[in-house]
C-alpha cells in the first residue's frame, strides 16, 4: 500500500475493485465504513454484490477480467473532458501522450461492450471520481489473479496518478495482501530475482555486498525460478530437490490433479510445516516447525508496519523455529551461522542489509511498529508514500495497457465463469481455521454461490448438491443460491479439500509475475439427477 | 484572557475546544467513573454514572456527553456526586443478576465475600465476569451492596438464577447473558459505530428494553459476524467469550502483545495466557492498525496451535511411510541428498517455497540457505496471491 490503514476513517472518497474486504480483510472495512458513516463515498467495482456495496454510492458490477477496459474507459472521460489534474500530471508524470493514445479508443461505448456497463454509468463514474479529491484505491486479488494481473495494477496506477491521487494523506494505490507476511517475505528477498531489500541478483554491486555480509564467494547471478517453473521442473527433471516451507501448494495451486502429479514427480520433497497436510503426502521429509506464538518474530503488514510476534506457548514435541532448522541445515553443509534467535537475525543482519528497513530494530518496535522506508535510526518511518510527487524512480511513468480476455472464457460447453476466493470464516486450506474450536461450525463445506436467476432456470434449490465442472475436474458442492451473484457466474473458496474450487481452475499464468488466474475460468454447473 | 481552561477538583486544566469534560478530565489523569461511554462513539449519556458537579448548575451533568467550557469550575467526587452515583450503582445491582455482589450471606463486607468466592471460583452460577467487571468495580469503590431491593436476590435464594432469563449459547463464541445486562448499550455503540456490523440494537420501551440482535432472534440468526467487538467492549458479564469460559480469571493470565497470523492488515492482540496456554485474545486498545479491533478470525481463530494433530517429531519416508525421526537424522539426510543433486546436477537442481505465513527472519534466513550455501536463487514464495 502507499498509503496506510489509519488514513481510511478520515478519507473523503474510496474506489473498491476487486476486494471484497468484508470477508477477506474485515478490520480494514471497518474502518472504511466508519469513513462512509461520516459521510465519505464509496464506488464499488465488483462482479458480486458483496457486502461493501450496501455502503456504496455506485456499484458497477463488470464482468469477470473486464477491469482494464473499464478502467481504459473511466480514463478516456477524464481525458475527453478534461476532468484529470493537468498539474500533477505535467510536473511528476511522463508517457501522458502515449496513455491518451490508448485510451482514447476505449470510448464509453467500446467500454460498455467490454465490460458489460452502461456507457453513461461509467461517464457518471469518471465524473464522480474527479469531483472528489483525494480518492484513495483499495483493491485486492480480484486485480492480480488474471492472466493480465500485472496490466491490470498498472491501469489502477494510471488512473490514480491521472486523478493526481498519489503521494498524498486518503489517496494512493492500495493492495490489501492476502497473507498476514506476504509483504514482508517479498521484502526478506523470498523472490528469486532480489536480495533482501529489493536489491537485485542481477546487480554485481549487491552481490559483493552479501558477498562480503555472508561470507560467501559466486552468489549467483542470474534470476531463478518462479513456483510455477519449479513445478514444471519437478516433471521434467530439471528441479531435483525442493524444498516446501509452510505452504500447502496441493490444495493452493490450480488445477490440483496437474499439481499432485507434479509433486508425485518430485525425487526428493521436504515439507517444513506445523501439520501433515494434502502437501506432507507427497514428502521424503518432513520437519516440524514452531507455530505463530511459540517463537519471536515480526510480520510486516499491507501498509509495509514491521510489528512483532511474540512468544506465548513452547511448541509442542521436538518442533523448533523455522530459522533454527534452516540454520541446521546451512551448518551440515559447512556454513556456521551466527545469529542465535530471531532478534539477532533482524537486528545484526536484515535490518543491517535491507536499506529501507535501517531504522527498523527490535526495541523501536516494542509497541506500534514502524512502516518502512525507515532508513536511519531516528527516522520515524514513512505511512504515506511518493509524497510531494517523488517517485521512486523518478517520474511517475504511465504505462498504457491494453485490454485482454481471461485465458479462458464461457462457451456452449462450459457456459459460466468461475471466480474464486477466501471466506470470512476460514483461511486458505483450513489446516489451521478447521482446528480452531467453532470456526467449522460457521461454515462446514465449501458452496458453490450462484444467482437466484440461474438458479431458477435450472431448478436448483439453496443448499441442494451441484456439480461444477471444468476441463480439469468437477466437483459436487452445495448450491448457495444469493443476491450477490450475476447470472452467469459461479464462484467458490478453497478452504476445503472436497469441493475445492482448485479441482477446477486454470493453470494459465500471467506472462510477467507468472500469477494463475484464479478469479477465471470457463465452467459448467449441472443439477445431479435425483 | 485564561481561555480554554477549567478547573477540575481544584486542578487548573486547559482543554480543547469541542473537548468533554471528561476527554479533559482524562487527559490530566483525573479519574471518572464511566459505563456506557465508549471511545469515537457517539455519547450517549445513558448510564449517567459519569456525573459532575458544575459550579452555578443545579442538576448533575453527565461528562461524557458536556463540551467543557471556559471558567467551568468542577467537581468529581464531591458528596453530591457520590450519593448519586451510589443511587444509579444500586439500581444497577438491582436490576439484574449481579450475583457477585449479592451471592452471599447477608450483612458480611466486601472482604469477606471475595474471599467466600474464590474459594468457589467455579461454581456455575457465579458470573464469569467476575473479576474483570467494571460494575462490580465500581460497586465496590463506592461500597454498594446489591441486595437492598433486589428482587433478583429475592429470586437467587428461592430457585436457581439461570430459571430468570436463559443466557443465549447457541453460537461457539459468545455467550450472552441478558439478566447481567446493564443497558449501557456500549455493545451497540461497538456493532454499528465500530465495527458497522449493525447485527445489534436497543429494542423495546420502558421495563422492557433490552438489546436485541436482529428482530429479537439469536446471534447466530442475526448479521452478526462474530468479530466480538461487543464482547470486548461489554463492561460486565453480558457478553463473555464462549471458548475462555473456565480458563481462568484476568489476574491468573499474563498479557502478551503481539501480531495476528491472518491477514495482511495486521491486528495487534493481546494474548491472555495463563500456563502457557493462551485462552483469549482482545485488541490492543489504541494499537495501530487496527485500534482495539478484531474479526473473527483474529479473536477466536488461535487454538490451532494446542490441535493434538500437531506435528512434533521429524519424519522420513521409508517404504512408502512416513516414520519418525531424529532430528540429526532427518537434518544429515537433507543435507546429503542436497549435497548430492547439487554435485550432480548443479545448484539450480534445487528450489524452495518459503512461506507468506511465517515471520520475516524465517523468510530471510530461508532465502540465505538457497542462496549463500545451496548458490541458487530458486526460491519463490506465493508472493502474489
Ligand atoms: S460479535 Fe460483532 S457483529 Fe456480532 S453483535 Fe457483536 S459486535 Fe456485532
Ligand atoms: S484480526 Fe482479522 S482483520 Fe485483523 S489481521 Fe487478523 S484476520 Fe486480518
Ligand atoms: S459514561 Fe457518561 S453517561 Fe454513561
Known sequence: ?530 | MNQNRIVINGHTCDFDQGETILDVATRHNIYIPTLCHLKGSTPTGACRICVVEVQGRNDLVASCATPASNQMIIKTESPKVITYRKAILGLMLASGNHNCAIGSSKEESWTEFQIATLNNDYSEDLCPAWGDCELQNLAYRYQVVGRQNSHFGEAQSEESSSSMIAPEINNPFIIRDSSRCILCGRCVAACNEVQVNRAIDFGYRGNESKIIAGADDSLRHSDCVFCGQCVQVCPVGALVEKKALGHGRPWETEKIRTTCPYCGVGCQQLLHVKDNKIVKVTGVEDGSPNKGRLCVKGRFGYDFIYSKERLKTPLIRENGELRPASWDEALNLVAQKFTQIIQESGSDALAGVSCARSINEDSYQMQKLFRAVFKTNNIDHCART
Open chain 1, 1 to 530: 500500500m502507499t498509503n496506510s490503514f489509519g488514513e481510511f476513517a478520515k478519507a473523503k472518497m474510496f474506489l473498491v475493485i476487486g476486494s471484497n474486504m468484508t470477508e477477506a480483510h474485515p478490520v480494514a472495512a471497518t474502518f472504511l465504513k466508519n469513513a462512509v458513516q461520516n459521510g465519505a463515498g464509496l464506488i464499488v467495482i465488483d462482479p458480486r454484490r458483496h457486502k461493501l456495496v450496501e455502503f456504496a454510492q455506485t456499484h458497477l458490477p463488470l464482468k469477470v477480467g473486464s477491469d482494464i477496459a473499464l478502467l481504459n474507459g473511466i480514463m478516456h472521460v477524464l481525458i475527453k473532458e478534461n476532468l484529470y489534474d493537468k498539474q500533477f500530471v505535467e510536473s511528476f508524470c511522463t508517457g501522458f501522450d502515449e496513455l491518451k493514445a490508448t485510451v482514447m479508443r476505449y470510448t464509453p461505448e467500446a467500454a460498455g461492450e467490454i465490460s458489460g456497463i452502461e456507457p453513461e454509468m461509467i461517464v457518471k463514474v469518471a465524473r464522480e471520481l474527479a469531483s472528489i479529491k483525494p480518492v484513495m484505491v483499495c483493491y485486492t486479488l480480484g486485480i492480480t489473479e488474471h492472466t493480465c494481473g500485472k496490466n491490470n495494477v498498472m491501469s489502477v496506477a494510471n488512473l490514480q496518478m491521472l486523478l493526481g491521487n498519489m503521494g498524498v494523506e486518503c489517496g494512493g494505490v492500495n493492495p490489501l495482501r492476502g497473507q498476514n507476511n506476504v509483504q514482508g517475505a517479498c521484502d526478506m528477498g523470498a523472490l528469486p530475482n532480489v536480495f533482501p531489500g529489493y536489491q537485485a541478483v542481477g546487480d554485481i554491486n549487491a552481490r559483493k555486498k552479501f558477498e562480503t555480509a555472508w561470507q560467501v564467494t559466486n552468489l549467483p547471478a542470474h534470476n531463478g525460478l518462479m513456483i510455477p517453473q519449479m513445478m514444471d521442473g519437478l516433471v521434467n527433471g530439471k528441479v531435483r530437490g525442493f524444498y516446501i516451507f509452510g505452504e500447502n501448494l496441493a490444495n493452493t495451486e490450480p488445477d490440483i490433479h496437474k499439481v499432485e502429479h507434479e509433486l508425485s514427480s518430485a525425487e526428493f520433497l521436504v515439507v517444513q510445516d506445523i501439520f501433515e497436510n494434502e502437501t506432507t503426502r507427497f514428502a521424503h521429509v518432513v520437519f516440524p516447525a514452531a507455530a505463530w506464538s511459540e517463537n519471536d518474530g515480526t510480520f510486516t503488514n499491507s501498509e509495509r508496519r514491521v510489528s512483532r510476534v511474540r512468544t506465548a506457548s513452547p511448541p509442542p514435541g521436538y518442533a523448533q523455529p523455522n530459522w533454527w532448522i534452516f540454520k541446521q541445515i546451512a551448518k551440515r553443509m559447512g556454513h556456521n551461522w551466527k545469529s542465535d534467535s530471531a532478534q539477532e537475525l533482524w537486528d545484526n543482519e536484515i535490518s543491517v542489509l535491507a536499506p529501507n528497513l535501517g531504522g527498523v530494530k527490535y526495541y523501536r518496535i516494542e509497541d506500534d511498529g514502524l512502516q518502512w522506508p525507515c532508513p536511519t535510526i531516528n527516522h520515524p518511518g514513512t505511512p504515506i508514500l511518493h509524497t510531494n510527487g517523488r517517485f521512486t524512480s523518478g517520474k511517475g511513468n504511465f504505462a498504457p495497457v491494453e485490454w485482454t480476455p481471461p485465458a479462458e472464457v464461457p462457451d456452449e460447453e462450459y457456459p459460466f465463469v468461475l471466480s474464486t476466493g477466501r471466506r470470512l470464516y476460514h483461511y486458505h486450506t483450513r489446516t489451521q481455521t478447521g482446528r480452531c474450536d467453532g470456526l467449522n461450525e460457521m461454515l462446514g463445506e465449501e458452496t458453490a454461490d450462484i444467482s437466484i436467476g440461474d438458479a431458477y432456470k435450472m431448478g436448483i434449490k439453496q443448499d441442494e448438491y451441484i456439480k461444477v465442472r471444468s476441463r480439469r475436474g468437477e466437483v459436487r458442492v452445495k448450491a448457495r443460491v444469493t443476491p450477490e451473484m450475476p447470472d452467469g457466474m459461479v464462484w467458490m473458496a478453497f478452504h476445503f479439500r472436497e469441493g475445492n474450487s482448485n479441482w477446477l481452475t486454470n493453470p494459465a499464468f500471467d506472462p510477467n509475475t507468472l500469477t494463475a488466474e484464479y478469479k477465471a475460468c470457463a465452467v459448467a454447473v449441472e443439477k445431479i439427477s435425483a
